[in-house]
């Protein structure tokens, strides 16, 4: 007999309030409905594969090799593909004759050198402010970036004063790595 007086009270308030009310209802319904087939069944999907990723990780914890004579090699060769210190300014050539080639110009930039502690190479920081259009940019970057694994871009900011233009100006920040004689 309640859910008779429930359905009459429910008709009463829903009369009494409106479209708000059955929206509201509508609403709580439906959030309802996604807690219970969607929220729900994650919860206990993402919890059984905590469970079951414990033993993997435990299993590949324990047969994690311990780096060996290879890994120390490979930082070798790493480091021997370095440019050394006097060759440092055939790339910033190279770099400056690519510019060249793609129609980019640049204008003078700033140039610093930062020692990494006692780490057998040093940082060559390069500001470049250049102006050219985004595909001569672009084509720019990515030819010095593929010709010398030794240069790292590290920032690049474009301005463009007017939509118009094709012209924009960007900033190249820029870090190149050598070898410590």
Excluded: C
Excluded at 122 to 137: C, D, F, I, K, N
């Amino acid at each position: 007999m309640k859910p008779v007086w429930l359905m009459a009270h429910l008709r009463y308030r829903l009369h009494q309030h409106g479209w708000p009310a059955a929206a509201g209802l509508a609403l709580l319904l439906a959030a309802l409905g996604v807690m219970l087939l969607g929220v729900v069944p994650m919860q206990q999907k993402t919890a059984q594969m905590a469970r079951d990723q414990a033993p993997l990780r435990l299993r590949m914890v324990a047969s994690a090799e311990i780096p060996d004579a290879d890994a120390s090699q490979a930082a070798r060769a790493g480091l021997n593909s370095l440019p050394d210190a006097a060759q440092a300014l055939d790339v910033i050539a190279s770099l400056h004759s690519a510019a060249q080639r793609h129609g980019v110009a640049l204008a003078s930039g700033e140039y610093r050198v930062v020692r990494e502690g006692k780490a057998p190479w040093q940082r060559y920081r390069v500001s470049l402010p250049a102006r050219g259009t985004y595909p001569q940019l672009r084509a720019w970057m990515a030819e010095w970036m593929n010709a010398s694994p030794a240069v790292v871009l590290d920032e690049f900011g474009l301005r463009r004063d007017d939509v118009a233009q094709d012209t924009v100006e960007a900033r190249i920040q820029l870090s190149l790595f050598v070898r410590v004689p």
